[in-house]
């Protein structure tokens, strides 16, 4: 009797711990997948120009999803002298991507009172892009021109989002350099893109842009990271440790 206690005993707890499982399963499965969603990262720029000064703001909200990665992009430039106002732009774009490859791309930049819809698919071997200009097939590793992590550092096309023109690029680095945010001293990795326009891309030991720079006939802009919500640290704080 004692030995046929204790097997039924067994048989209890086992049917207990299997009983248990299955509302634990049922529990995660019940969740879905924002049981395991992650933080976004957004990314604040300040914007400067080597001429001007300060003009405006760039923002880049990076969104994991469940088959990819979904960037949005926000920007507002402004250009005043003597309190008048020079230049102004507006853009917001949105980027879909699975892996390191683009599958989507829309984008509406407004320049003054001229708007410009520039929007992108992946089909087959090719990115398909649709612009004023028309319609032009790029390679499938095209990347549009804004830095929002490391994976630019496999393009060899670039496309510009606010006219939908492409560029084959050239990417060279890295370069070890500090660069100075907010104050504070920040080890990074430069790498310049070489294309019909020049980028220079500074990152930081988590591959995050911290600075980057664009050439135009008018000048140098320089994006400076000002926040980094989603890993907790603001410009000042970027340093090194």
């Known amino acids: 009797m004692t030995e046929g206690n204790a097997i ?3 048989r209890r707890a086992a049917v207990s711990l299997f009983a248990a499982i299955v509302v634990v ?8 997948p924002a049981a395991f969603a992650t933080t976004p ?18 923002i880049n909200t990076v969104q994991p999803t469940a088959s990819g990665t979904t960037v949005l992009t926000r920007a507002h430039f402004e250009v005043k002298m003597l309190g008048l106002r020079l230049y102004n732009e507006d853009a917001e774009r949105t980027e879909h991507w699975q892996g390191n490859r683009l599958i989507s791309f829309q984008g509406v930049t407004s320049k003054g009172d001229t708007s410009t ?3 992108g698919e992946a089909r087959g071997n090719g990115f398909v892009i649709t612009s004023p200009q028309g319609t032009v097939t790029a390679p499938a590793t095209v990347h549009p021109a804004n830095p929002w992590s490391s994976n630019f550092l496999g393009a060899d096309a670039m496309m510009r989002p606010d006219s939908g023109r492409v560029e084959r690029v050239r990417v060279g680095g890295p370069e070890e350099a500090v660069v100075t945010i907010d104050g504070s001293p920040v080890r990074t990795e430069k790498y ?11 990152l930081d030991g988590r591959g995050v842009p911290v600075m980057f720079v664009v050439g135009d006939d ?15 640290l603001a410009g000042a704080q970027l340093g090194m440790r």
């Open 8 to 10: 039924l005993r067994r």
């Open 41 to 58: 990262l957004q990314l604040t720029y300040r914007v400067t120009h080597s001429v001007y000064g300060n003009i405006g703001t760039y």
């Open 218 to 232: 008018s000048g140098k802009v320089t994006f400076t990271l000002a926040h980094c919500g989603g890993c907790g």
């Open 25 to 32: 399963i049922a529990l995660v499965a019940a969740a879905g």
């Open 192 to 202: 310049d893109v070489d294309g019909a326009t020049r980028y220079t891309v500074w």
């Open 117 to 119: 819809v520039v929007k």
